[in-house]
């Protein structure tokens, strides 16, 4: 079957490099945002989150931005390790009742020794 | 502590053909929802449920029918399958959407329709 990383964005870097994945969300009314990281083969898996009224949260090796002005948001690896290799996906939240996730397409992050 | 289950983890389907995708999760969470992934496109929302007996249509909820009688189980029910059915699906559970918690995936189902 085909890879859902074709057709994807990619960013290659070398290992020990700091990696800069983007995403630009799509609604001023979001609240919420997560960052998840998709190896292949498997499931998202929760990275890091930040709610609205901030615009940076450190977590280990990561850190995500957030630029409520441009609708941007960031995730920084830190010394990237090839084990970082993977699809890495934003997703937003409009905090409306029973609020769901909207996510972005994705970038895959390909990570050389 | 098993998380989110998914089975099968492959299917392969005739065209017409019916099935059923089987999610459980073991946190007791009130939040269930099921994602088809495609070739670039992300993940889509198919239908979510925000406690037993609530359920709800997503982004693409089309030949897709989903029942919630327990916290545990989620099952996604394809009536009449078609090739454009074909991806990669995924159910994802989280404690309660009001609140800034992440959700928990499973592996997912690769499902093809011939």
């Known amino acids: 079957g085909e890879s859902v990383g074709l057709h994807l964005p990619t960013l290659s870097v070398q290992e020990g490099d700091n990696s800069i994945i983007n995403c630009a969300y799509s609604?001023?009314?979001?609240?919420?945002f997560i960052w998840y990281k998709q190896e292949s083969g498997k499931g998202p898996q929760f990275i890091i989150d930040?709610?609205?009224?901030?615009d940076k949260r450190q977590g280990q090796r990561v850190t995500v931005l957030l630029n409520k002005t441009v609708k941007h948001l960031s995730l920084q690896i830190a010394a990237t390790q090839p084990g970082d290799s993977a699809v890495y996906f934003c997703?937003?939240?409009?905090?409306?009742?029973?609020?769901?996730?909207?996510f972005g397409k994705g970038t895959m992050l390909l990570v050389s020794p | 502590n098993a998380g989110v289950t998914q089975t099968p983890k492959f299917q392969v389907l005739k065209t017409g053909q019916s099935m059923t995708l089987q999610c459980a999760q073991d946190?007791?969470?009130?939040?269930m929802s099921w994602y088809r992934q495609d070739p670039g496109m992300g993940l889509r929302l198919i239908h979510y449920?925000?406690?037993?007996?609530?359920?709800d249509q997503g982004e693409v909820p089309n030949g897709y029918n989903v029942s919630r009688s327990t916290t545990e189980d989620f099952p996604l029910r394809l009536l009449s399958a078609a090739p454009s059915q074909t991806s990669v699906y995924f159910c994802?559970?989280?404690?309660?959407?009001?609140?800034?918690?992440?959700?928990?995936f499973g592996q997912g189902t690769r499902l093809t329709v011939v």
């Open positions: 997703a937003e939240r409009v905090n409306s009742g029973y609020s769901t996730l909207t």
């Open positions: 449920s925000v406690g037993a007996g609530i359920t």
């Open positions: 994802a559970s989280s404690y309660s959407p009001g609140v800034n918690t992440e959700a928990f």
């Open positions: 609604n001023s009314a979001s609240d919420y």
């Open positions: 930040i709610r609205s009224n901030m």
């Open positions: 946190m007791n969470h009130e939040y």
